[in-house]
Nanobody, 115 residues
Framework: QVQLVESGGGVVQVGGSLRLSCAAP????????MEWYRQGPGKQRALVAA???????TYDDSVKGRFTISRDNPKRMVYLQMNSLKPEDTAVYYC?????????WGQGTQVTVSS
């Protein structure tokens, strides 16, 4: 069974930074678009950032200019650099690999921004 494994979550103060990592060893990584979602308390899971197979990135308006998604195909890793964190960024962050034939999710990593 394919597993994506996130890491890097934790507790950080307002204005701080975290870097999330997602390992995807069981898939042909370069053929998948990679995404980060988050689900805050009492909210639905929502797309935060995405990077296509050719490296094109897109971001939700709420994180533009603060978050950066990147991928390393040889290492089969995707990253989310999060700067200038706000309390509203508190959520469980999920890694998602997607292409036409199917998709995979990680188990999530908790990010808590304290004020």
């Amino acid at each position: 069974q394919v597993q994506l494994v996130e890491s890097g979550g934790g507790v950080v103060q307002v204005g701080g930074s975290l870097r999330l990592s997602c390992a995807a060893p069981g898939i042909v990584f370069r053929t998948y678009a990679m995404e980060w979602y988050r689900q805050g308390p009492g909210k639905q899971r929502a797309l935060v950032a995405a990077v296509t197979t050719d490296g094109t990135t897109t971001y939700d308006d709420s994180v533009k200019g603060r978050f950066t998604i990147s991928r390393d195909n040889p290492k089969r890793m995707v990253y989310l650099q999060m700067n200038s964190l706000k309390p509203e960024d508190t959520a469980v962050y999920y890694c998602h690999a997607t292409k036409q034939r199917g998709d995979y999710w990680g188990q999530g990593t908790q990010v808590t921004v304290s004020s």
